[in-house]
Antibody
Framework: QDLLVQSGNEVKKPGASVKVSCKTS????????INWVRQAPGQGLEWMGW????????KYAQKLQGRVTMTTDTSTSTAYMELRSLRSDDTAIYYC??????????????WGLGTLVTVSS | QSALTQPASVSGSPGQSIAISCTGT?????????VSWYQQHPDKAPKLLIFDVTIRPSGVSNRFSGSKSGDTASLTISGLQAEDEGYYYCSSYTGSEIYVFGPGTNVTVL
């Protein structure tokens, strides 16, 4: 049961932007925050930020402040993550993941399959 | 650069129990009840094993258990099986409302 379905892989040039979508189904969208996590090739998990579907508030990792924006479309139960001014070290698999409970911090129980973003000239 | 530390690798024989540690600071593990653990197999998305230090989501084997003491959280895998091979990540939700992940531990079943 795929609760979170992500958009397809992308290839971008340095300096460009990418917007990854995460379409959800099978649960009440507004009840669970969406987090974004990325993983560079052969590396560990890096948390990028979260968005509260209910309040539309966001929190971003400090290193990405100013380059990342997370949004939602409640009419389609879809979350989006846009990353701007791409660099080669942004090459990674980008995951959306659902907060387990309505309270933040309770872990991420459902994950999308991931979207590979490759930044290359 | 992760603020949490994990051993790079842990190994065990089938049937044995192993423990993976996750050490943080007073800003994360020590002061947080929101410690979670994930398993990741190659080319797969992570899977939540434990949240809020000790709670197993529905469907997760009871061979996985979590605990915490001071600055260190631990994941114990009992009755080790070949399918348990993979990477394991700890995570803490801090008072700053951010998640921090550990660098990951590679578990090998001998």
């Amino acid at each position: 049961q795929d609760l979170l379905v992500q958009s397809g892989n992308e290839v971008k040039k340095p300096g460009a932007s990418v917007k990854v979508s995460c379409k959800t189904s099978g649960y009440t969208f507004s009840n669970h925050d969406i987090n974004w996590v990325r993983q560079a090739p052969g590396q560990g998990l890096e948390w990028m930020g979260w968005i509260s579907i209910y309040s539309q508030s966001t929190k971003y990792a400090q290193k990405l402040q100013g380059r990342v924006t997370m949004t939602t479309d409640t009419s389609t139960s879809t979350a989006y993550m846009e990353l701007r001014s791409l660099r080669s070290d942004d090459t990674a698999i980008y995951y959306c993941a659902r907060e387990t409970r309505a309270v933040a911090g309770t872990g991420l129980d459902y994950w999308g399959l991931g979207t590979l973003v490759t930044v290359s000239s | 650069q992760s603020a949490l530390t994990q051993p790079a690798s842990v190994s065990g024989s089938p049937g044995q129990s192993i423990a993976i540690s996750c050490t943080g600071t007073s800003g994360d593990i020590h002061d947080s009840d929101h410690v979670s653990w994930y398993q990741q197999h190659p080319d797969k998305a992570p899977k939540l094993l434990i949240f809020d230090v000790t709670i197993r989501p529905s469907g997760v084997s009871n061979r996985f258990s979590g605990s915490k003491s001071g600055d260190t959280a631990s994941l114990t895998i009992s009755g080790l099986q070949a399918e348990d091979e993979g990477y394991y990540y700890c995570s803490s939700y801090t008072g700053s409302e951010i998640y921090v992940f550990g660098p990951g531990t590679n578990v090998t079943v001998l």
